[in-house]
């Protein structure tokens, strides 16, 4: 195997996005794990971030946020 594809493999990290949705009593947040069916709701987007970092723990991982219209405003990576 080439070495950059060794490599990548290696830093291959969890991306978590935490965007805005319609919950059943009212606007809620999402935290959903890339390449995954993982999907959580939270009441507020610090709670949603908080369990991102959580879900983390040790490993490297990027975290997309997202506004009230869908763009993604923040990214930022951990560890």
Avoid at 49 to 65: F, L, P
Wanted: glycine fraction near 6%.
């Amino acid at each position: 195997m080439p070495t950059a594809t060794l490599e990548r493999k290696a830093v291959q990290r969890s991306v978590y996005h935490v965007r805005p949705c319609d919950g059943p009593d009212g606007m809620k947040w999402e935290l959903h794990k890339f390449h995954t069916t993982q999907h959580e709701q939270f009441h507020s987007q610090k709670e949603a971030v908080a369990a991102a970092h959580a879900e983390c723990g040790d490993r490297q991982s990027h975290i997309v946020m997202h506004a009230l219209d869908g763009h993604a405003y923040r990214e930022y990576d951990i560890n």
